[in-house]
DNA sequence: AATTAAAATTGTAATCATTACAAACTTAAA
DNA sequence: TTTAAGTTTGTAATGATTACAATTTTAATT
């Protein structure tokens, strides 16, 4: 599947634009910053502003096609892999890891918890990173 | 258990400023932000600075004597309970409800994921509360 | 008690991610 | 081709958080 085509599928009128931040998200699991998606994309679009990405962002969520990671207290990162995983954010490096889902396999929409109408559910693990981990037996300085 | 010896358990020098915000922890279940903490305690401590509240805040869960929620991208909330818990955060309103824990119970500490080292673990579910469910309903604005 | 050093607190100013907003541009329909 | 709606853009504002240096407090020592 194409960017276009999984605008498409999420009722998103596609664009320049939103194709290439899709297009961005659809192939580095980097789980990216607005900020990084911008610098990825300023040099092929060079009239690509900031505001756009945010608010193309913002569109992706909102139309869950992608979404929004607030793992990191510093950067709000973003998904493109919607699917339920869990993340691990290490607090040395500041990446954000993918890890496989290990809660029980709900539903995420359609979910009442004690009342409340879940739509989202995230897991997060925070700690030190295995690159991080052996960087630092190693004496050395990941990044 | 008050808020002295809360402190003292987790290696924290006691202070007038850190034991009002630790006893407002320990006694406010609403995950306030910084500034709510700031709030409702600069009426009976008036010399205390907002960067207090911050350096403090900062203090207690770099020694897990509270936790710092990234669940709401708008503000980070603090919470006093350090016990394994879920929470639930209300596009709505903005507040976050506590959940009981819904995954399997491991430690946090000393827990190996991947490679990772995990320190912590948080479970966040999204989506509109009991409330403001029920409000709207009755086409009622809750807050 | 006075001296001193370390730690804690404070206020101000800076940072920086994000958003508001209005103008400019594009699209697609009429 | 006009029109309206939707999209993009740049600039300026917002607001949470942090940096930093000065001040105050604490606690140990003389």
Redesign the pocket.
Known sequence: MNAYERLTEYG???????MAIMEYLMTHFTHP???EVYMALCDT???????????????FVDQQAALMLTID?????FDGDTSLHSHFFCRRCGRVHDLPYSGKKREARELLIEGHAVEEIHHYYKGICKDCSEAEKENKNFN
């Open positions: 998103i009128k596609p664009s320049v634009q939103r910053t607005a900020d679009i060079p009239t690509l502003s900031k505001t756009t990405v945010y608010n193309t962002l913002k569109l207290e510093k950067n709000v990162h």
